[in-house]
């Protein structure tokens, strides 16, 4: 069974850094994209961050770049991101999610962990 | 950078049919997912590559997408079938990035 499972969230001050960690399963993780997915409170889903299997290639969304980080460990399963300068607006819940293809859907998703960004 | 138009909002009755909108421009040249979400849950899902299916989804759930607009086609209507709906591409003009739609909440009257 797939299992995707995101930890790592939490309240932070604005400024501050946070390092979110998805642990996958059930897979053969180093065969997949994989991204990260955040969905402010009582908002639509927004795309983050992309990163190719073998971390070769990593693709962010405007408002986070210079400020986050997506790579991977393969060797573990694991999937991060390295949160930095964080702002208000950077409050969401954070989902992993695999992607099937370089151009495919998501099809596996994490229960999500809750960033709080906040003074 | 690549935009998709959702409405807000769709209203059906139990049994009946119902059509989400996703608007982009020349969307028909992109491969269009679909996911649903309800309260306190993760996305699901539903329809790939605009018009499959992941094995667990009903049939009821289809999907054309042609020209400047992917629809995603509810049949006969469940109340459980009430959610948001959110549409997917990726923007394959702009460094593999991904777009999402707005969203939209179905309400099952």
């Known amino acids: 069974e797939v299992q995707l499972v995101e930890s790592g969230g939490g309240l932070v001050q604005p400024g501050g850094s946070l390092r979110l960690s998805c642990a996958a399963s059930?897979?053969?993780?180093?065969?997949?994209?994989m991204s990260w997915v955040r969905q402010a409170p009582g908002k639509g889903l927004e795309w983050v961050a992309n990163i190719k299997q073998d971390g070769s290639e990593k693709y962010y969304v405007d408002s986070v770049k210079g400020r986050f980080t997506i790579s991977r460990d393969n060797a573990k399963n694991s999937l991060y991101l390295q949160m930095n300068s964080l702002r208000a607006e950077d409050t969401a819940v954070y989902y992993c999610?695999?992607?099937?293809?370089?151009?495919?859907?998501?099809?596996?998703w994490g229960q999500g962990t809750l960033v709080t960004v906040s003074s | 950078s690549y935009v998709l138009t959702q409405p807000p909002s769709v209203s059906v009755a139990p049994g009946q049919t119902a059509r989400i909108t996703c608007g982009g421009n020349n969307i028909g040249s992109k491969s269009v997912h679909w996911y649903q979400q309800k309260p306190g849950q993760a996305p699901v899902l539903v329809v790939y590559?605009?018009?499959d299916r992941p094995s667990g989804i009903p049939e009821r759930f289809s999907g054309p997408n042609s020209g400047n607009t992917a629809t995603l086609t509810i049949s006969r209507v469940e109340a459980g079938d009430e959610a948001d709906y959110y549409c997917q591409v990726w923007d394959s003009s702009s460094d593999h990035r991904v777009v999402f739609g707005g969203g939209t909440k179905l309400t099952v009257l």
């Open positions: 590559d605009d018009s």
């Open positions: 999610a695999r992607a099937t293809g370089a151009y495919g859907s998501f099809d596996y």
């Open positions: 059930g897979f053969t993780f180093s065969s997949y994209w």
